[in-house]
């Protein structure tokens, strides 16, 4: 019978992704209410080194394939290296990061493993024996309970929603071979282009500060971009401010752009339409700056300031100065 | 302008061009053979963007009284991407659907933005298909059909779980690229841009294959009237389970939907001074919210 429950580690550039503390954490807790063990999958070129760290949140087994043709990621040489392992040793649950790379590796493992899985998860729990996985449907509008029949049962985390516990475990690390043949890979990287502005990627920011229409104007997000300084905040944007061009499309938050889970979003001069309210809802907590008191951001926020957004940030940024300082 | 074959691939043109139309004239296309291409592309019906979406009493599904319909804003792109290639390289686009009755409307769509036929898969034992029995119906309708790629959207904006490009491109044993902004084809191979977290990827796959659509592919034509008026007599195939030969047992399941967790009330800082405002809503990010 199908044991116990897996995560796949996602890192990059040999150091890992903070969703896979977010996965090994999660799993851990999974794993004690069944009473069995946690093991994880590190693929990648020269990451043997690393691989033990797991141990720290909770993983028991670290099951590594240090292999050339698995850097960088492609999804073909992934889901053949994971495929492989998990038929080897049938566990019951598989999860993984949905992060862009968890995405696209997990909906190819659906395919390779013949199973089901819930996608982008904002909770998961144990009823029964059997993973229960929630997760946002229709963009936040309702919510599934999702189970799966046949196995492994496999879910897809959402990033920044999943605490980080450590559980001191093992993490002892076992190596395997990838099995791969060159002819399987039919992808190749032929270059990266890094985004160098050095900020945390939007899906990952712990503060975001987002602008919209009421900014009126590329020029003035440089009071937004001075808010996010102060904070150590990403910056995003809200569709109309992508679509006008003020904005790199990758800044957009909503059902068409990312979405995001941060601990505080700041929503600047955005009326808060149901496409966006769909990419923020899950942030822990919403502020609001919009001179418009029935603006429908309001609808979600905590904290909500009814004013002139060129006014009250500006004068945010220096309180928050003063407060960090 | 650039001949296929050897050269080395200059990174710019994608990612410096625009994704306009403009841009596209200038780059032939060569699919490595003579022949027409033969596109297919993906779509399935889902709520407008809009919709207000009510839980049913019984928690079995939503209530689908009052929505609008409308084709996944995602698949949109595909489609998009569909025409402008054949409008290229000359060949055929075929419209895939799994969906009730009602989804021949978001086919007849496509048909009207210029694909050429369509494939209905209407079968009320697929209704609350998972991912894999939806990729399953899609790949024993696409097999049966010449296809040198395959265009979907990255993911429908009703159940969101962007699984079934990939599960279909498994079981139909090509490649995936997934979630992509820009695509390329020359040379027998495609060049595509997928953004990742803080950086984006030149990914180049072999033909054919599967690619998943993002918003940035391309902007999406409307459907003009006389587009209209010839889609009605575009031919459409409507198949079944048994005509495709697949099992209609999911494997995931939602056992129950729900609404969305409520938030607690949310509470509007008061006050004529902007200075004042300010400060307070510090001091409560500070001292309750402890987040800043
Ligand atoms: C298929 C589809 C997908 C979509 N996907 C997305 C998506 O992913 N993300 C997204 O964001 N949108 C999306 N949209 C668009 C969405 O419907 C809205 O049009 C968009 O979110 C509006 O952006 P906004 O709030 O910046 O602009 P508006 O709705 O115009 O709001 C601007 C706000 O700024 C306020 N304001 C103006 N001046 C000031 C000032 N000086 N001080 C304070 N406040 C001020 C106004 O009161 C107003 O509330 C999508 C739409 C469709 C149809």
Redesign the interface.
Known sequence: MAKGVWIVAEQRDGAYRKISFELASTARKLADQLGEEVCAVLLGSGIEGIAGELGKYGVDKVYVADDAALEPYTTDAHATAVAKIVKENDPSILLLGASVQGKDLSARLVGKLATGMATDCTDVKIDGGKLVAFRPMYAGKCFGEVTVASTPQMASLRPNVFSIVETAKAGEVVKFDAGLDASQIKTKVLEVQKDTSGKVDLTEANIIVSGGRGMKGPENYNIIEELADVLGATVGASRAAVDAGWRPQSDQVGQTGKIVSPNLYIACGISGAIQHLAGMSSSKYIVAINKDNEAPIFTKADYGVVDDLFKVVPEFTQVCKKLLA | MRPGGKEN?N?SIL?NAGAGPADAAVRPLCIGKEDDVNIVACVKQV?D?????K?KPDGSG?DEAGIKWVMN??DEFGVEEALKLKEKQGGDVTIVSLGPARAMETIRTALAMGADKGIHINDPALEGA???VT?SALAAAIKAIPHDIIFCGQRA???????V???????LG??????V?KADIEGGAI?VI?????????????LP?VVTAQ??LNEPRYASLPGIMKAKKKPVDVKDAAALGVSAE????????????A??P????CGDD??A???E??R???EE?K??
């Open positions: 691939f990174i990612w709520p963007t809009e919709a207000m979406i839980v939503i804003p995602y998972d991912a894999y990729a904006i009703d159940d969101d779980s962007g699984q490009g990939s599960v279909l491109a498994e079981m090509l490649p995936s690229v997934t979630i902004t060049k997928k953004p990742i977290e803080g950086a984006q990827l030149l990914i180049e796959s072999s294959c918003k940035g999911v494997k995931a399941k939602v056992a129950k939907f729900v609404p969305p967790p938030r607690p949310g509470k509007i800082v902007p200075a405002k300010a400060a809503l510090g409560l990010l500070r919210a987040v800043i």
